[in-house]
């Protein structure tokens, strides 16, 4: 059993450094509208991650999907 947490980790840190630490937050409510627009606008669909070959985890999926669906 593996019980390296390298991939959240490295998540976490690359949030706290390229969007919170940037940021005042007003409230509570906002810092967590920013986090998950964050992770939904920004990481997901526009940030090229190395270990997807430089795509983003939406590219990614999207081939992904197609493989699966050439396949079946």
């Not at 593996?2 to 509570?28: G, H, I, P, V």
């Not at 991650?49 to 197609?66: K, V, W």
Request: aromatic share 18%; with cysteine; net charge positive.
């Amino acid at each position: 059993m593996c019980w390296d947490n390298a991939a959240a980790e490295s998540f976490f840190a690359t949030l706290k450094n390229e969007m919170y630490y940037r940021q005042t937050f007003a409230t509570r409510a906002r810092a967590r509208f920013a986090v998950a627009e964050y992770i939904e606008v920004f990481y997901n669909r526009r940030r090229l991650h190395s270990t997807l070959g430089y795509r983003t985890p939406f590219e990614a999926l999207a081939d992904y999907r197609a493989a699966a669906t050439a396949a079946a």
